[in-house]
């Protein structure tokens, strides 16, 4: 028996816990303990002393009455809440241009968040792969205290979403009160605005783009939600847009039906269309439409950077934040592709699924469709968002930025070689496989003698490659454009993402977590002072302030402002790499 009492605890345990990381409902728990209940008497009345064929019958049916507990009580689908707590308290109501919306107040009392606004018709059925249409008004007060579906994407099981929280971010919290799924549907462009509570007037403006590589992403995430710099006198619009297939799949079949003739950025026109929305409604929530910073990281820099060149955006924004991407080199190493290669992959598509028309192709369920997402997930130039590729801008004085402040974080490759990471023994074959006739150059730049060493080369070099280059390009096009730029370079370890990719938006965006074992004293000075920079840049383009250290403008694109440990400006460390890059992609011919 004391063999059973140990078993059968550390057995209740583990499907608790399961239950709690898959968000499973209160009813689910309440089940697995009467099963647990009647398993305990059953094996202590009839069980025990028998054969040990009907104990193992026993457990094994205990564990299939779990597994239908598990799917009985699935957690459902829920749009998630703008506010906490069981009852919100509202704002007053704001008149925009399609009707009258009020939002919620958070942070105690000190920001004011409207949640799930429409700024765009839901492009579903026949406005599926068309461009954004401008969303219908609405009678009465919409109540904005719910954030809207995350736009169409691939999901996964909530303990897999659970797994890496605690893996990849070292953090998770025990809560009832998150046993749901969050919506996920094609009727996802929506924007969200978070503002300083009270009255307001003529604030400055950032529009954020979210990341997850044009596949994955939604615009409430903690890390960069508004709250933070709302605090600060700025207001902050987060939006979702097209994804994957739904955002990027090109057709010279949808070409042809479209007005503009354009195929295969429709994300990019949602981004747009958002930012449409914010100069022609953002001064009935105080802010100054005059005054708007587009920011966006991974992803969202790409589509900040190929925004920078639109003409569709000239007059849209001002500045430009771009955090680890940007498309800005001659061969940008993701989230971009050929016009040509565009077309091929959707002609691929529509014969992987035995379809010749885009009407049939738009009759195909978007559960069916989501999991092309890998397959189109890039930008393209396809004449009207993009009439060429941003360098090919850029070197003709074409840009819609007046200032760019942009950089990169020291461990870029973190969460890209988890799984892929260099040894000594295949270190040269795939620096040969990637750099080619380039190779040597490369291998006597970094030359390995340990498996640690080659570990750590390759990943220099693939965050290089993916990232840090991308933002010399973009300082240099800059530079030659007299375009004030202010390039970082984040490093600063703690107890969670560090300075991984990713890992600096809780600094940017004034979200770090008070009283968390994951960050010091260090921390939480560093993330004022960075949130200074920002809140300065976003208000008059300089991030230079009274108090900080001088960042300055480097003519020659050999240094950079160092936020860690400590900060100031230093020198960029990947000079001779990024030279065998210009060779490689031939900058400048």
């Not at 990381?21 to 689910?28: A, F, S, V, W």
């Not at 009465?140 to 909530?158: E, R, W």
């Not at 969460?415 to 006739?437: C, H, M, T, W």
Request: proline share 5%.
């Amino acid at each position: 028996m004391v063999g059973f009492g140990i078993v059968g605890t550390l057995l209740l345990l583990v499907m608790l816990a399961v239950l709690e990381l898959n968000k499973n409902t209160l009813l689910g728990f309440i089940l697995l303990i009467l099963a647990a209940a009647g398993f305990t008497v059953l094996f202590i009345k009839v069980l025990h002393g028998s054969k040990w064929y009907w104990k193992a019958l026993g457990w094994i049916g205990f564990l299939a009455v779990f597994a239908g507990i598990l799917f009985l009580t699935w957690p459902p689908v829920r749009r998630v809440p703008a506010y906490k707590g069981d009852a919100p308290v509202y704002t007053d109501v704001v008149s925009i241009e399609k009707g009258d919306v009020r939002g919620v107040v958070i942070d105690d009392g000190r920001v004011e968040l409207y949640a799930g606004i429409p700024y765009a018709k839901p492009p579903v059925g026949e406005l599926r792969w068309r461009e954004p249409q401008d969303p219908e008004p609405w009678e009465g007060v919409l109540d904005a205290d719910h954030f809207a579906p995350m736009c169409m994407q691939p999901t996964s099981a909530p303990i897999i979403d659970s797994l890496k929280q605690i893996i990849g971010y070292h953090e998770y919290s025990i809560s009832l009160s998150d046993n749901y799924r969050a919506a996920v549907s094609e009727d996802g462009l929506y924007v969200n605005v978070w503002k300083p509570a009270g009255k307001a007037e003529g604030l400055p403006v950032l529009v954020y783009i979210h990341g997850g590589t044009l596949q994955t992403g939604q615009p409430w995430y903690g890390d960069y939600a508004g709250t933070g710099l709302a605090r600060e006198g700025v207001i902050v619009v987060n939006l979702g847009y097209r994804l994957g297939v739904f955002g990027y799949l090109a057709n010279e079949a949808l070409a042809a039906e479209s007005p503009n003739g354009t195929t295969g950025n429709y994300g990019l026109l949602d981004q747009i269309k958002a930012l449409e929305w914010v100069r022609d409604n953002i001064a009935a929530f105080g802010g100054d439409p005059n005054n708007v910073t587009l920011a966006g990281e991974s992803a969202g820099a790409a589509s900040v950077s190929a925004i920078c060149t639109s003409p569709l955006a000239k007059g849209l924004f001002q500045r430009v934040l771009l955090e680890s991407s940007t498309v800005a080199s001659v061969e940008p190493p993701h989230s971009f592709r050929s016009y040509e290669d565009a077309i091929a992959s959707g002609k691929e598509l529509m014969a992987r699924y035995g379809v010749s028309t885009v009407e049939e192709l738009r009759a195909l369920d978007a559960k069916t469709l989501v999991n092309e997402a890998y397959t189109q997930h890039f930008m393209t130039v396809d004449g009207y968002a993009l009439t060429e590729t941003p360098y090919e801008s850029y070197k003709k004085g074409v840009h819609n930025e007046s200032e760019i402040l942009h950089g990169y974080n020291s461990e870029e490759s973190g969460p890209f070689l988890i799984l892929g990471n260099a040894s000594l023994k295949n270190y040269e074959q795939k620096v040969r496989d990637y750099f080619k006739e380039y190779a040597d150059d490369v291998l006597a730049l970094y030359h390995p003698t340990t498996d640690a060493e080659a570990k750590d080369m390759w990943a220099q070099i693939y965050g290089a490659v993916f990232f840090n280059y991308p933002h010399y390009c973009l300082n240099r096009l800059a530079v030659e454009n007299g375009i004030p730029v202010y390039e970082y370079y984040f490093s600063k370890h703690n107890g969670r993402l560090g300075a991984w990719h990713s890992g600096e938006e809780l600094y940017f965006y004034g979200n770090l977590p008070k009283n968390s074992r994951l960050f010091d004293e260090g921390d939480y000075a560093l993330g004022d002072t960075i949130l200074a920079y920002v809140k300065n840049y976003v208000q008059t383009g300089d991030p230079n302030g009274e108090g900080l250290p001088a960042w300055t403008v480097a003519p020659d694109s050999a240094s950079l402002l160092a936020l860690g440990d400590t900060v100031g400006m230093t020198d960029e460390k990947y000079l001779a790499f990024y030279a065998i890059m210009d060779r490689m992609t031939g900058w400048g011919e």
